[in-house]
């Protein structure tokens, strides 16, 4: 019951936490993103990126919530064999998104190109320090299939798309290391498909546990999250103790200690199918 009720307080809360933002939400799809070096671009393909960048900031706000800061997002032309070879984060004052495109490809590659979920992800939490790079990294691989499953965007299952990713690398975590140890060594080493999905494999595994034991979902409790307490963490510790506060559980402390306490082997299975 206690379980039942929580999960209902949750979506009760984010209703209202919804409600209560009803008269800004046009102004917050105008302006939940700012948009630097569209200048550089043909008129055509602005309207094309601009329509791209719309699309994923609305289909990220749909899955995690209303940041509480609006988006900077940076462009730059580049030519490549995909629509986004290159993006990355830059968390100075209130962080930026910054994305390189090749524009020959037409808006249905971008909308269908998993990068910008990626990066826009990595957004709903605080910089984390390199340290933690595997648990940031991990967060965005795994939120970026949540949010392409939630646009309709998603080729497959999610469990097909993160078995499929998670499955080559089980090798690297089936040690008396901690998972922590490892997949920071594996990430200082640029074994990043490793390093990511191996990380991402810690928020697969929580998203199961909130089902089981709070009846409710990761992607339902960062929604909460962007509203109660993202502007206010600076780190890890912070990020940990508010994902407990709101669901009166030790769930993501427990978690996390075992991925830095415990050996990995306990932790991943053998196979994954």
């Known amino acids: 019951m206690r379980h039942l009720?929580?999960?209902t307080f949750i979506k009760l809360t984010f209703c209202i936490v919804l409600a209560a933002h009803s008269a800004q939400v046009m102004a917050v799809t105008e302006d939940q993103f700012r948009v630097h070096g569209l200048s550089v671009f043909k008129e055509d393909q602005a309207e094309m990126l601009e329509s791209w960048l719309s699309k994923g900031v609305n289909a990220t706000r749909a899955t995690l919530g209303i940041y509480p800061i609006p988006l900077e997002l940076h462009?730059?032309?580049?030519k490549s064999n995909q629509p986004v070879p290159w993006a990355y984060t830059r968390r100075d004052g209130k962080?930026?998104?910054h994305f390189h495109v090749d524009t020959r490809f037409g808006l249905k590659k971008f909308v269908d190109d998993w990068t910008i979920y990626h990066e826009l992800a990595h957004m709903a939490l605080p910089y984390l320090g390199s340290?933690?790079?595997w648990f940031s990294e991990g967060f965005a691989s795994f939120m970026q299939y949540q949010i392409m499953a939630k646009a309709g965007v998603l080729k497959g299952t999610l469990d097909e798309r993160y078995q499929g990713k998670v499955a080559p690398h089980l090798r690297w975590f089936n040690s008396d290391l901690t998972a922590a140890s490892i997949a920071k060594r594996l990430m200082?080493?640029?074994q990043y498909p490793a390093a990511y999905w191996?990380?991402?494999y810690f928020f697969y595994y929580a998203d199961k546990l909130l089902a089981q034991k709070h009846d409710t979902t990761l992607t339902e409790l960062i929604s909460h999250y962007q509203d109660c307490?993202?502007?206010k963490d600076d780190n890890l510790t912070d990020v940990i103790a508010s994902l407990d506060n709101i669901l009166n559980s030790k769930l993501f402390s427990e978690l996390l200690r075992q991925y830095q306490q415990d050996p990995a082997r306990t932790l991943y299975p053998e196979s994954f199918e």
């Open 95 to 97: 962080g930026s998104v």
């Open 188 to 190: 200082d080493n640029q």
């Open 131 to 133: 340290e933690y790079r």
């Open 5 to 7: 009720l929580l999960s």
């Open 229 to 231: 307490c993202r502007s």
């Open 75 to 78: 462009l730059y032309p580049r």
């Open 198 to 200: 191996g990380g991402a």
